[in-house]
C-alpha cells in the first residue's frame, strides 16, 4: 500500500512539471542567457531589468537554447519608456536580429502584435478595443504560445492576437528580450516559464 502511494505521488509530482514547464529565469543571476548590445540587463530583489544604457542603442538577451514549439509566460512592468518585446525562433549577430517580436509597447502601440524585423515589419497587431488589456506601470502577464505555423498572444487573459505564417513555421531559433533603441527605457521581468510542446 506505501509503495502504490509513493508511486502515485511521483505520478502527480512529474505530471505537475510537464504542465508548468520549466523555468528560464531563476531570479538570481543570468545563467542560460546570453547579451548581445552594450544596453544593461541585471537581476536586482529577485527581477530581470533591462535599462537603456549609454549607446541607447537596441539590446538583447536570448537563451543559450533554442526552441521550436513551446507555450511561454512571463510578467513584465514597465518604467519610462517601456518599449520592449519577446523574440520567438530568433537568431542574433551583434544587434542584429532575425525573428519575430511580439511587442511588450507603451499604451495603444500594439503590445502582443508580432513584427518582424529587418524584414516585413508588422505582421498583425491586436484590434483597437484589445489595447486597453495594458496595465501600463503595474504587472503585466504575457502567454505567447508558437507551435508550427501558429502563434497566438494574450496579455492579462485577453488574446492578443492568433496569427498562422509559413516563414515562422519553418523557423528555429532562440528567445529573446530586447529593449529598444532611444534610451530612456526601463522593463521589469519576472516568472519567466516555458513548456514544450
Request: net charge negative; glycine share 12%.
Amino acid at each position: 500500500m506505501k509503495n502504490i502511494s509513493l508511486l502515485a505521488i511521483s505520478l502527480i509530482l512529474s505530471l505537475s512539471s510537464c504542465q508548468s514547464g520549466k523555468e528560464l529565469f531563476n531570479g538570481k543571476n543570468l545563467d542560460g542567457w546570453q547579451t548581445y548590445g552594450t544596453e544593461k540587463w541585471y537581476v536586482e530583489d529577485g527581477l530581470l531589468i533591462s535599462e537603456s544604457g549609454p549607446d541607447k542603442q537596441y539590446g538583447y538577451l536570448a537563451t543559450e537554447e533554442n526552441y521550436k514549439d513551446f507555450e511561454i509566460n512571463l510578467e513584465f512592468k514597465q518604467e519610462a519608456d517601456g518599449n520592449s518585446g519577446v523574440f520567438i525562433r530568433s537568431e542574433i549577430k551583434g544587434t542584429t536580429i532575425a525573428g519575430w517580436q511580439i511587442e511588450v509597447a507603451p499604451p495603444n502601440l500594439h503590445t502582443g502584435g508580432i513584427y518582424e524585423s529587418y524584414g516585413r515589419g508588422w505582421l498583425v497587431k491586436p484590434s483597437p478595443e484589445k489595447e486597453a488589456a495594458l496595465k501600463y506601470g503595474e504587472w503585466n502577464n504575457l502567454k505567447i504560445r508558437v507551435k508550427g505555423n501558429q502563434v497566438i498572444s494574450w496579455l492579462n487573459g485577453v488574446e492578443m492576437v492568433d496569427f498562422s505564417d509559413e516563414k515562422i513555421g519553418a523557423a528555429n531559433g532562440k528567445i529573446a528580450l530586447q529593449i529598444h533603441d532611444g534610451g530612456g527605457i526601463k522593463v521589469y521581468w519576472r516568472n519567466i516559464r516555458l513548456k514544450a510542446l
